[in-house]
């Protein structure tokens, strides 16, 4: 923290602090009710809003030198050890997005104690969720992506994997590791950039992840749905998938009763318990997404590189400061 606006209170210059991706203002219903997500106050065009993202409120994007927070004293989370938070700062720039979401996805999933579950997408979201799926106390989780080097990353830190590329099915290579083809719960991390499985695995399927979930989670499981969706996607496939309208197998869902959560996460929900988790030493973050710290002028790249599929999560770093703790 750079400046304090005169309206704020609590946060003061000096403090080391996490900006969640969404922004709330701390005073609607939504917010009371810690669905920070979808704050109504903050975007004129719908509920919820973010940095820099379009349709999302018209507030100027993160990926700068200097960011303005509104409502500071209810977004910004102050780490309260700043000499201890310095040694754990890779593992915590996680907390403004990736780990929260990953979080939601696996919590919203009904993750806990024993469980099996099934995360589609290896980015680093997917491996968020795998590792938050680890600490929530999951006996097995199994990692499905079709690239090969985010399959190595997810295996490094205890997770099973399914290459969706393969022709076998994922249900069979999930029979394969668990002796049953079904998981108790999934978690969508891919969203509607989806492509399709074996050999159609070089096209683009908005649906493919949603309905593959539905056929392996058991009934009365539950699908996370952190993954990207949208109402509008020029670039679609289809004149349907322009307009955010896919061919979901609903039946299915619904005949094995299975319960949805979709949405933008609400990170001011978990990011105070995740700070912990990080601070005490229950999660390494950045390891599980393997953080490259990169500056503000090698941002280009790292986008080639993600574009790509490439195992990591690009932390910006404008003025080294992250670089600098290391």
């Known amino acids: 923290m750079i ?32 669905a920070t997500g979808v704050c109504l106050s903050v975007n004129p065009a719908r509920p919820g809003a973010a940095y820099g993202y379009v349709d999302m409120g018209g507030w100027v994007g993160g990926q700068a030198e200097y960011v303005m927070v509104p409502y500071a004293d209810f977004n910004l989370l102050k780490f309260p050890d700043k ?15 990736i780990l929260p979401t990953g979080y939601h996805g696996a919590v919203s999933a009904g993750v806990g104690t024993g469980s099996i579950v099934y995360v589609a997408g290896a980015g680093p979201v997917g491996l968020a969720c795998a590792a938050a799926s680890h600490l929530l106390g999951a006996a097995c989780v199994i990692v499905g992506d079709l690239i090969p080097e985010r399959l190595a990353q997810a295996r490094s830190f205890g997770c099973e994997t399914v290459d969706v590329s393969k022709s076998a099915t994922i249900a069979e290579q999930i029979d394969a590791i668990v002796g049953a083809p079904e998981v108790d719960c999934a978690v969508d991390c891919v969203g509607f950039e989806a492509r399709g499985h074996g050999k159609d695995a070089v096209k683009e ?7 593959s979930l539905m056929e392996i989670t058991r009934a009365a ?5 952190p993954g990207l969706y949208v109402t509008g996607d020029p670039g679609g496939i289809d004149d349907n998938a322009k307009v955010g309208r896919l061919s979901i197998r609903i039946g299915l869902g619904w005949a094995k009763s299975h319960v949805f959560t979709t949405g933008q996460c609400p ?29 503000l002028d090698d941002a280009p790249r790292g986008y080639r590189d993600f574009d790509k599929g490439a195992a990591k999560k690009f932390v910006l770093d404008p003025h080294g400061f992250v670089r600098k703790a290391a």
């Open 3 to 34: 400046e304090a606006g005169r309206d704020v209170e609590f946060i003061k210059v000096g403090d080391l602090v996490s900006v969640p991706f969404n922004i709330a203002c701390g005073r609607c219903r939504n917010c009371k009710e810690r």
């Open 83 to 97: 000499a201890q938070a310095m040694e754990k700062i890779r593992d915590l720039t996680c907390l403004s997005d």
């Open 205 to 211: 399927a908005p649906a493919t992840v949603l309905n």
């Open 221 to 225: 499981g539950a699908l996370g749905i």
């Open 267 to 295: 990170v001011m929900k978990y990011n105070r318990q995740l700070m912990q988790a990080i601070l005490f030493g229950k999660i390494n973050i950045a390891k599980a997404v393997n953080v490259e710290v990169i500056t």
